[in-house]
Each structure stands twice: as structure tokens, then as C-alpha cells.
């Protein structure tokens, strides 16, 4: 049936009185979430064309590759490389580049491992051209048939429709509060990060004062920045938690990793994966054929068949992920028998921090030497350090790029953003909230956003957020359970089976009561809202140390002192090095 403005009309007026008189809160609850068809309002010819610009973006974002990094890089007299030329002669594949190398696991672990800046900057840049590039008009009409969705169902916007997932009027306040109070401890963890990247690379490539130039920091895009602990970390030499060689040294397989994960959920008392799972799960990147490599968790809705795709590497980061995965099995698990409406988690913030509590205890020192990762482990105060400072660089780090994602995306939805800022507005997320700078100058011909997954894949990423601060209040309430005594951040919940089935109390609701409700099952009705305290008592030791540490140093950053002033690309072939050398040393004396 055609979905006339007529039918449509007497739809929404249909489904929007009558079951809100039910009497019973339960039913009233289903029919709430029933009556909102999402993208399935759209008229048939304009929902086919919202499903296949999607599948475009994703599809443009799954096969980009890039071309090998090649030191002999033209180079402008301003020091900056002459991309154009090189690109523009790439296009006619002049100079031989094949582009070969995709994100995983090639460019994921060359962010992560080289330390030649040169190279850094050529990669970041080349993955925008290949993945973010392509698809700015598409995402373009894409947020206009997002829009014409999320109003067909009664939402202002698709920003609006998004968050009411998460059912609280002022949620976008809520977040902002959050961030406000959870800010000061970034900016100390900036400020030590960024004097350690002075000292590796120089001032020239990372101002003393300025925001951190986005390639240095070991991620694509910044947003955890775990892969430059070696150049970091406080106590060097003292223990470190990166236990990836000694995965590779013990011949850990991806597989070996999922069991490893799965023990520490079965230690809880929680659900095994089922057989299934193991038969139809895919963990390793196949070689016959492309995939979507972005990790992913999947309830295929019948209560049997659950499945992880993962192109798995043999390494820390992606052990964590393993039970970041696997975390949203298990919440699929344990609410498979609410009725299908309500399997869903209480909001898609917890759905997100499953996995993490998890991993919280399964990253501790003593835990890893228990279970043969790690060797010798002290309880010294190093250690202690060591170990907050690893865990910071991805929860901490990762706090203002869960929350600018969002911003982003909600004010173009909105309108606020539009294609005339639509990049230059990323930039002034990214430089006031992360304060991390591009490394080669941006324009509006670029669509930098467009070069994260979540984006093509219009994935929303407030959740990440709210699970990076909802997760610490888990893991206070499991620690509690399971009798821990001591500072937070040595808790290790390991085969506690009480801390197990509170949290099986917690998840098993799935999305039948609100997630305000779930959360004072949590804490025993302490609270029903979404709380720093935890994660700033877990990071509490290490921020005395970073403030003393910082002494002397600019707690925040200029944001002028961009390394790469923010010139149209034309411009900067005329200007010299020489020139603008001059300008930065002007700018310096001047803010000195
Ligand atoms: C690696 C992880 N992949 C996502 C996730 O697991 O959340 C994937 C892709 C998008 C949704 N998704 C799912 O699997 C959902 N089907 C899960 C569910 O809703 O049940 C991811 O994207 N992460 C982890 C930390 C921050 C973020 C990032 O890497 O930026
Ligand atoms: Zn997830």
C-alpha cells in the first residue's frame, strides 16, 4: 500500500491516542515503541533510495584503500607535501600507485606503529581522500532523507529521533554536564601526552602550547590513543599492561582470545556462546573474499543464532574488543526471553558498556598474571600509575571524541550545519572539545567525518559516552558485590558469581523497564542517573600524579598554534616556508 499523506495522517492519529489510555504500563510501554515505524514511514521510492545511498557509504568506506607511503613525496616549499601533484598524477596512475593497502589491518597498525611523522601525515591524509572524500554529496541527501523520516514520525529531526532512545527530556544537557565535569581530567592527560610528543618529535611538529596534531596519537582518528604508551607511559620500564607480545609469544590464535573472553563471563555465572556462535561467528579476516571489517556483535532475533565479525588481530587492543563484543552477546542473551520489543538494551549506552565492565578487571595487572600474561607484577605505586595511565589513554582519551561525534552529527541534522561548514564545523569540534589539530590544511572540499565508520554506516555515537561513564558505575556496584575492598582500579570481579547475578538482574530487563529503573536495581536504589563519580575515583590517583607532573605546563591549548596554519590548499604553494616561518615566530613572541 502506498503510504498516502491521507493514511498517514490518520496513522499517526490512530496510534497516537488510543494506546496511550491503556491501563496497563507494560503494554502502554510496547505500543510506545511500536508506533515508531523509523525510515519505514518514508514512501516507498524515497525509503529505496535512503537504503541505497547507505549501502553506497558503506560499501566506499569497506574497499577504500590507499597507495604505500613513498618518501620521495613531492614536497612544497612551505614543508608541506604537494599532494595535489602526487594525487592528481595517482588519479592517471601515473607514477605507478596502486592503491593496495585497507584499513584493516594495514593502516590500523601503521597509525599505530610508525613514528615517522612524514608517513603519519601521508596516511591520515590518504585515508580521507579514499574514504570521507567520496561520499560528502551522498551523506548530503542522506541526512535530508534521515530528516524526512524522523519528522513522518513525529521527531523535529533525526537528531531528536535519536535521542529519544534514550527516553529523558534534556538528555542533550544531560551529556554536556558530563562532559563539563569529566573535561579537567582530559586536559591534564593533553597536556602530559603532548609534552611527551614535544620530546619525541620536536616543537616544530607539536606545539608546546597548541592543540596535538591528530596524527601523532597511534588511532586513525585519534579517538583512544593506547598505541603510544611505549612513548608515554610514566614508570618506563616498570610493569606495562600492554600484553600483546606475550600473546603473540604464546601463540594465542583469535580464537584462543574468544575463549579467553568467554571464561571470564562463564566465571560470573554468566551464559557460554552458544554452539552456534562458534560455528557461524566470523574472527578472523577471510582471505577469499572483501567483508565489512569493522568489528561487529549480531542477534540474529531467534534466541539461538548470535554471531561476531571480527577481522582479529593477535593484540591488546583487540582482546579488549573481543570482550567488548562478546559483552553484547552476552546482554542479547540474557534478555532473549522478553518479548521481542523489548530485546534491546535499556538504552544503547549500556548495550556498549557490557563488554567494558568486563575488561575493566580482566586488564588488571593481577589479572593478567593470573591468567599467564603478565610476569611479574608489584603492587608498587609505579605499577599502580602504569597501569591508571594505560587504562587513561583509552577511556579518558576517547571521552571528548565520544561526545563531539554526536554534536556533530546532531546539529547537522538540525540544520545548524550545513554544507558550507559542514567540515570546518568537524575542525572546530575536534580543536575545541580534543583539542587535536589536522596535520595537512582541510577545506570544504574534504569530509573528514565521512572517514569514520559510524558515519556512512549512520551508527549514532553518544552511546560510546554514555557507556565510557555508565561502565565505571557497573564496575563500582559489581565490586561492591563481589567484596572488594581497596582502591576501585584494582578491583578484579573474576569468578565472582554474586557480582555475576547482579549483573544478570541488571541485563536481563533488556528494555522492558527504563534504563533509570535498571540502574537503581544496580545500586541497590542509590541512583537512577548517569553518575562521573565512579570513573573520576578510578582515575583519581592518576590525577594528582598528572597535575604534578604538569607543572609548568599550559593546561588546555591555544588554538591558533595549529601547526599547519588553516590556509586554502592554492594558497599554500605560494607561500614560502620561509614566510611562514616568520608568521608562526611573530605568533610565538607575541603569545610568549
Ligand atoms: C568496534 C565496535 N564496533 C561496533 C560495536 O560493537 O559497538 C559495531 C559497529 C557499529 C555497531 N556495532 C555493533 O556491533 C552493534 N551491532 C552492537 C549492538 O548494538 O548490539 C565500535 O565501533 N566501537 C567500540 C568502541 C568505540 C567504537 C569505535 O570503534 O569507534
Ligand atoms: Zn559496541
Known amino acids: 500500500m502506498i503510504w498516502s499523506d491521507f493514511h498517514r495522517t490518520k496513522w499517526n492519529e490512530a496510534t497516537n491516542y488510543a494506546w496511550k489510555n491503556f491501563t496497563t504500563p507494560t503494554v502502554r510501554r510496547m505500543f510506545s515503541f511500536l508506533t515508531v515505524l523509523g525510515k519505514a514511514a518514508l514512501p516507498r521510492d524515497k525509503l529505496k533510495e535512503l537504503t541505497g545511498l547507505l549501502q553506497e557509504m558503506k560499501t566506499t568506506y569497506s574497499l577504500a584503500k590507499i597507495c604505500r607511503y613513498d618518501p620521495r ?20 596512475n601515473q607514477i605507478g600507485c596502486i592503491p593496495t593497502l585497507p584499513l584493516e589491518p594495514h593502516l590500523t597498525q601503521m597509525m599505530a606503529t610508525s613514528r615517522d611523522p612524514e ?4 596516511l591520515w591524509r590518504a585515508w580521507r581522500e579514499a574514504a570521507g572524500k567520496p561520499i560528502r554529496q551522498k551523506y548530503l541527501r542522506f541526512v535530508q532523507l534521515s530528516n524526512e523520516a524522523a519528522r513522518l514520525n513525529g521527531f523535529s529531526d ?75 607511559i610514566p614508570y618506563p620500564g616498570r610493569t606495562s599492561v600492554d600484553v600483546t607480545n606475550a600473546l603473540r609469544i604464546q601463540g594465542y590464535s583469535p580464537l584462543a582470545m574468544f575463549r579467553l573472553a568467554e571464561e571470564f563471563f562463564t566465571s ?28 561487529s556483535a549480531w542477534d540474529f532475533c531467534n534466541g539461538r ?23 553484547h552477546i552476552q546482554y542479547d542473551l540474557l534478555y532473549r526471553n522478553q518479548p521481542f520489543i523489548f530485546r534491546d538494551g535499556a538504552n544503547p549506552g549500556f548495550h556498549e558498556a557490557v563488554g567494558d565492565v568486563l575488561a575493566l578487571s580482566a586488564s588488571t595487572p593481577r589479572h593478567l598474571q593470573s591468567v599467564g600474561l603478565l610476569g611479574n607484577v608489584d603492587d608498587s605505586y609505579e605499577t599502580d600509575i602504569n597501569f591508571l595511565f594505560a587504562m587513561a589513554l583509552d577511556k579518558i582519551a576517547f571521552l571528548p571524541f565520544g561526545y563531539l561525534m554526536d554534536q556533530w552529527r546532531w546539529e547537522v541534522f538540525s540544520g545548524d550545519t550545513s554544507s558550507s561548514n559542514l567540515n570546518s564545523r568537524w575542525w572546530e569540534l575536534r580543536l575545541g572539545v580534543q583539542g587535536v589539530s589536522p596535520p595537512v590544511p582541510r577545506t570544504e572540499q574534504d569530509f573528514d567525518p565521512g572517514a569514520k565508520f559510524h558515519v556512512p554506516a549512520n551508527v549514532p555515537y553518544v552511546r560510546y559516552f554514555v557507556s565510557f561513564v555508565v561502565q565505571f558505575q557497573f564496575h563500582a556496584e559489581l565490586c561492591k558485590a563481589a567484596g572488594h575492598e581497596g582502591p576501585l582500579h584494582r578491583c578484579d570481579i573474576y569468578r565472582s558469581v554474586k557480582a555475576g547475578r547482579l549483573l544478570r538482574n541488571v541485563l536481563s530487563l533488556g528494555k522492558s523497564r527504563p534504563w533509570t529503573e535498571a540502574l537503581s536495581v544496580l545500586t541497590s536504589g542509590r541512583t537512577n542517573k548517569l553518575d562521573v563519580e565512579p570513573i573520576l575515583e578510578y582515575f583519581g590517583p592518576l590525577r594528582t600524579w598528572l597535575e604534578s607532573q604538569n607543572r609548568g605546563e599550559l593546561i588546555g591549548w591555544r588554538e591558533n598554534e595549529a601547526i599547519v596554519l588553516q590556509v586554502t590548499r592554492s594558497n599554500a604553494s605560494l607561500i614560502t616556508g620561509a614566510v611562514l616561518a616568520v608568521i608562526a615566530l611573530v605568533l610565538l613572541v607575541a603569545l610568549v
Request: with cysteine.
Open 73 to 92: 613525496l613531492r614536497r612544497l616549499p612551505s614543508g608541506d607535501y604537494d599532494y595535489d601533484a602526487e594525487f592528481e598524477a595517482d588519479d592517471d
Open 119 to 122: 608517513e603519519l601525515r601521508y
Open 158 to 232: 533525526a537528531g531528536e529521533y535519536w535521542r529519544s532512545d534514550y527516553e529523558i527530556d534534556g538528555f542533550r544537557e544531560e551529556v554536556e554536564e558530563l562532559w563539563q565535569k569529566l573535561s579537567p581530567l582530559y586536559q591534564q592527560l593533553h597536556a602530559y601526552v603532548r609534552a611527551k610528543l614535544v620530546e619525541k618529535y620536536g616543537e616544530e611538529v607539536v606545539p608546546r602550547r597548541g592543540p596535538i596534531p591528530a596524527h601523532l596519537l597511534g588511532n586513525m582518528w585519534a579517538q583512544t590513543w593506547t598505541n603510544i604508551l611505549d612513548m608515554t
Open 268 to 295: 560470573l555465572g554468566l551464559e557460554p556462546m552458544p554452539q552456534t556462535f562458534w560455528q557461524r561467528s566470523m574472527i578472523q579476516k577471510p582471505t577469499d573474499r572483501e567483508v565489512v571489517c569493522h568489528a
Open 305 to 327: 543464532d548470535y554471531r561476531i565479525k571480527q577481522c582479529t588481530e593477535v593484540n591488546m587492543e583487540h582482546l579488549v574488543t573481543t570482550h567488548h563484543e562478546m559483552g
